[in-house]
C-alpha cells in the first residue's frame, strides 16, 4: 500500500498539514510519496509530477477543497487510483473528511477495515479534434464579450433548444450541486444515470433545466457573431467556438472511486452542506 500525498497551497498554507501527515505515515510504518510541488517541505521520499503521483500510488489523499480534487481526478481514474479527500476548503461536497492527519483512514488501512468505494463518472467532451473530460461540468460561455450567445442545442440528432444566453452548462451528477446548481439547475444525485443541461441567464422563457438519459449524445453549436465563445472544463479555459466549432457531449467510460466510511450517506451528506449555505432542511 502506498499513500500519495496531493496539497493546494492555497489551503494548506506553507504544506504543514501535508508535513504532518507525511510524518505520522512514517511514523506508522506506511509507505508515501508526495507531489512535486511539496518538494520544498525537504522530506526524504519519492516524489512525482501530477500525472506520474497516481501512477506508482493506490490512494491520493488530497489536502484542499473540491477544486484541489478536480485537478488530479483525471489521472486517478486513468490508472485506477483511488482518493481520500480531506476538506481544507468551504463546502466539499467530494471530500471525505476535515481530519488532515487521517487518523480513521490510517486505521482502516493498518486493520484491514474495508472502506466504501463511491465511484463518479465523468464526461466525454470532444472540441476542435480532441477529447476531452469533465468531473463537474462543461461551460460555454461569453466571458468578456458583450454579446448574447446563440446556441442551437440537440440530443440525438434532435433540435431540443435555440438559445440566447450568458452561456450553457452541461453537468454530470456529481457536477449538479457545482456552478449548475448556482445557475438554478437541480440536485441530481450521483448514482442516477443522467446528465444536466442548465442555461446561463437566458434571454427567453426556456429556462428550464434539462435531465436526459446519459446515453444521449449532446451536441452545442454557436451561432458566430464575429466574437467567440469560452469554453471552460471545470472551471478551466480550455479553448473559443467560432463559426466552424461545436461540442460533442457525452457519459465517459472513465470514472474516478472516493473512499467513503462506514455509515456514509450521500443524503445526509447534503442535508449537511446544504445547511452550510443557508439551506436548512433540518428545522422541524
Do not use: W
Not at 476538506?87 to 484491514?112: M, P
Amino acid at each position: 500500500m502506498i499513500i500519495g500525498i496531493y496539497a493546494n497551497l492555497k489551503r494548506d498554507i506553507s504544506g504543514e498539514k501535508a508535513r504532518q501527515l507525511a510524518a505520522i505515515l512514517e511514523q506508522e510504518g506506511i509507505d508515501f510519496c508526495l507531489d512535486i510541488a511539496l518538494k520544498f517541505l525537504q522530506i526524504d521520499a519519492p516524489y512525482y509530477p501530477i500525472q506520474e503521483l497516481s501512477k506508482v500510488c493506490d490512494i491520493v489523499v488530497t489536502l484542499g477543497g473540491d477544486g484541489t480534487i478536480l485537478g488530479i481526478a483525471e489521472y486517478c481514474a486513468l490508472n485506477s487510483c483511488k482518493i481520500y479527500a480531506v476538506n481544507l476548503g468551504n463546502l466539499g461536497f467530494y471530500t471525505e473528511s476535515q481530519d488532515a492527519s487521517c487518523a480513521r483512514l490510517i486505521n482502516c488501512i493498518k486493520n484491514d477495515i474495508p472502506l466504501i468505494v463511491d465511484k463518479r463518472s465523468f464526461l466525454s467532451i470532444y472540441f476542435q479534434g480532441k477529447e476531452y473530460y469533465a468531473l463537474n461540468e462543461v461551460v460555454i460561455a461569453r466571458g468578456a464579450r458583450t454579446k448574447l450567445l446563440k446556441l442551437d442545442m440537440q440530443v440525438n440528432d434532435n433540435l431540443v433548444g435555440k438559445y440566447m444566453a450568458d452561456g450553457i452548462i452541461i453537468a454530470t451528477p456529481s457536477g449538479s450541486t457545482a456552478y449548475s446548481f448556482s445557475a438554478g439547475g437541480p440536485v441530481v444525485a450521483p448514482d442516477v444515470q443522467a446528465l444536466i443541461i442548465t442555461p446561463l441567464a437566458p434571454h427567453s422563457l426556456q429556462s428550464r433545466s434539462y435531465v436526459v438519459s446519459h446515453e444521449g449524445k449532446i451536441k452545442v453549436a454557436f451561432n458566430y457573431d464575429g466574437q467567440p465563445a469560452h469554453i471552460h472544463i471545470d472551471g478551466k479555459e480550455i479553448g473559443q467556438m467560432d463559426s466552424k466549432d461545436s461540442l460533442i457531449i457525452g457519459k465517459s467510460n472513465r470514472s474516478v472511486e472516493f473512499l467513503r466510511f462506514e455509515g456514509y450517506d450521500y443524503y445526509d451528506r447534503l442535508m449537511d452542506k446544504m445547511c452550510k449555505l443557508g439551506i436548512n432542511f433540518k428545522q422541524g
